[in-house]
């Protein structure tokens, strides 16, 4: 059989039909045919004699070559594929289905060979090409998006209209050629949810890639960033995107979602601050202290902006809690009518007065946070900052205000007498309060790629500076501007923050930046603390005094308390996890106090 191949193919090619043609047919699709399996395939095995003269039976092909394919490729109807066989053919006389219909040969009534214009066979599928499919639903799109455009400006204040829904082509008044052609007529309307505005389509229009990007891709190029330079003096602006609760082994936070003006990244801040919370830290904070609030997610987005859309981007709309069903919370008050929180009755505090809030800037590293890699202490930085932040802070008492009275023994002039007879002499404590600002600069700003670089050539000896210097980095690429800007939309860039670091350029960035900063918190890596001697309590870097009477206890008994607080607190994953050790974090903490002015004493031990 494979001699006969090419005649067939010819025919294919040049789409005529020759007397041998029709023959061949003829022969192939004939029930004497004692070609085997290109007989039609019904059961007949091929019979062959050996030499021997012996009857050998060739095994049957189970596929065989189908006729009915090859009858109608030089039928000339053009390429012929197994789907037309399912679509039913419009011309009586085609194909409706496979092989039981098989059409008759083309003959003559006298039954010779029509040879010069053989019946074409024309194929015509009643389900429309997938193409016009395509168009006309395209077309309905557009007609239904026409449609709502030129409503929604009629209408501008509505606020579905602000939406730019696309309508059901269903629905009433929208003539759509999906329906009229397809018969979509009678389709049932969606449901409409609970709420009648669609959240989840206003949040994603109000949200796309990035909200000063609209049209970016997510990807950073370097023209965009050329194009920026210009205006590198101008603050970038920060929106807070969303908010939502998350518990943690330190308790729960805030989580802020960022988007900026500057770069495509989505920078984080995690705000502790137990007083949105619960009820008993409300009571033990000052009374004046406000709520560590977002102002860029807290402003009304737009008009007739529904309460649900408030709450699923979590703008101050009901408290967020597991189950909660939303429930104002209490507007803020100045203070002035609240009645004297637990502490300030206790010792008597202004209710001016509060702990300024702890602010760590921190970078991201995947490779310290995510893999626990003891190359670097970022992973144990960032729990380090999140536990300090969620401590609570020592409150001293307010000087006592005093009045005056006359003294008996010299009437006519004021004597101070204190207002209470006893000023306590330790401190009294209060919930903390503080944010960690998550940028993602990766590497000091350089990108994980180019940090696995990095590490690959401190494997050669050299150190983190040196080898971002020679990828052609430098030392730190990192910038502030956005970090000042989420503090600034928190309300906390005026009223003088505590910032954890040992890194001067992080203190004078953020300065520069105009973020008000009344404390510098070292933060000593635990290493360096527990089990050396160093003298900072449980590793905090504190400024002394947070702990309860830390700095006089020896250091053995730190240790133990911090692995009694360590295996008693829930959660797992590297926050709470403990401390990072081992010798290249050892060259790299002592890089970053000789090669980078970090403001950290090297214990004798290291
Ligand atoms: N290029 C580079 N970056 C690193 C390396 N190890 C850690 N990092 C990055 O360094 C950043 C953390 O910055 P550090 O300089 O360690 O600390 P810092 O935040 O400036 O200083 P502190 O506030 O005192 O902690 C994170 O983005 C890490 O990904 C390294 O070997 N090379």
Same mark, same amino acid.
């Given at each position: ?81 197994? !789907?037309?066989?399912?679509? +039913?053919?419009?011309? =009586?006389?085609?194909? $409706? *289905?496979?092989?039981? #219909?098989?059409?008759?040969? @083309? ?105 000063? !990007?609209?049209?970016?891709? +997510?990807?950073?190029? =370097?023209?965009?960033? $050329? *194009?920026?330079?210009? #205006?590198?003096?101008?603050? @970038? ?110 010792? +008597? ?258």
């Amino acid at each position: 059989m494979p001699a006969m191949m090419p005649a067939r193919s010819t025919h294919m090619s040049h789409n005529t039909t020759t007397q041998a043609d029709l023959d061949l047919l003829s022969l192939l699709t004939s029930d004497q045919s004692t070609l085997g399996p290109l007989s039609g395939g019904r059961g007949h095995a091929a019979v062959t004699h050996t030499q021997e003269g012996k009857k050998k039976v060739l095994p049957r092909r189970d596929s065989p070559m189908d006729a009915l394919m090859i009858s109608a490729v030089i039928a000339g109807s053009g390429p012929v594929t197994r !789907h037309h066989f399912g679509h +039913g053919m419009a011309r =009586p006389g085609a194909y $409706a *289905s496979c092989d039981e #219909s098989r059409p008759t040969s @083309p003959t003559h009534e006298n039954g010779t060979f029509e040879a010069h214009s053989p019946p074409k066979v024309i194929m015509k599928s009643t389900q429309a090409p997938r193409s016009e499919r395509l168009r006309l639903e395209r077309e309905a799109r557009e007609a239904a998006l026409n449609n709502n455009t030129s409503k929604d400006s009629a209408l501008s204040t509505s606020p579905t209209s602000a939406m730019n829904i696309p309508r059901h082509p269903s629905d009433k008044g929208t003539t759509s050629p999906l329906s009229s052609s397809f018969g979509n007529k009678d389709r049932p309307r969606r449901k409409m949810s609970m709420d009648p505005t669609p959240v989840t389509q206003t949040l994603q229009k109000a949200s796309p890639v990035n909200y000063f !990007h609209p049209n970016s891709t +997510g990807i950073q190029s =370097p023209p965009l960033m $050329a *194009s920026t330079s210009a #205006s590198a003096s101008a603050r @970038p602006k920060v929106r807070c995107m969303a908010r939502t609760r998350v518990p943690t082994p330190h308790g729960e936070v805030f989580l802020h979602l960022y988007h900026n003006s500057h770069d495509m990244k989505e920078h984080l801040a995690i705000v502790i601050d137990p007083i949105q919370l619960d009820p008993q830290a409300k009571a033990a904070a000052p009374r004046r202290r406000k709520e560590i609030r977002s102002k860029s997610l807290d402003e009304k987005w737009r008009e007739g902006e529904t309460e649900m859309e408030r709450l699923v981007r979590g703008a101050y709309t009901g408290r967020l809690r597991p189950g909660a069903e939303g429930g104002r919370i209490e507007e803020e008050t100045d203070g002035d009518d609240v009645e004297m929180s637990q502490a300030e009755q206790e010792v +008597g505090i202004d209710s001016q007065q509060d702990v300024k809030a702890l602010i760590r800037i921190h970078s991201e590293c995947y490779t310290g946070e995510t893999i626990g890699s003891m190359r670097c202490d970022c992973g144990e930085q960032l729990d380090e900052a999140l536990r300090s932040i969620a401590e609570p802070q020592p409150l001293l008492a307010a000087k006592n205000p005093t009045h005056t009275t006359t003294s008996p023994e010299s009437p006519g002039l004021p004597t101070p007498v204190p207002s209470r007879p006893e000023t306590p002499a330790e401190p009294t404590y209060v919930p903390g309060r503080g944010v960690v600002i998550y940028m993602r600069q990766e590497g000091r700003g350089i990108g994980l790629l180019e940090k696995i670089r990095a590490y690959n050539l401190q494997d050669l000896g050299h150190d983190t500076v040196t080898a971002n210097l020679m990828l052609g980095h430098g030392a730190d690429e990192r910038k502030y501007d956005v970090a000042a800007e989420i503090l600034r939309d928190l309300g906390l860039a005026d009223e003088g923050v505590r910032l954890l670091t040992n890194n001067p350029e992080k203190v004078e960035g953020l300065g520069r930046e105009g973020v008000k900063i009344s404390e510098r918190v070292g933060m000593v890596p635990r290493d360096w603390t527990i089990g050396h001697g160093h003298g900072h309590g449980l590793g905090l870097g504190h400024s002394q005094g947070i702990l309860h009477g830390a700095g006089a206890a020896t250091m053995g008994e730190e240790e133990k308390e911090y692995e009694d607080w360590r295996l008693r607190r829930a959660g797992v994953g590297l926050i709470g996890a403990g401390k990072a050790s081992g010798p290249e974090l050892e060259k790299y903490l002592r890089t970053k106090v000789e090669r980078m002015g970090h403001m950290i004493d090297i214990p004798d031990k290291v």
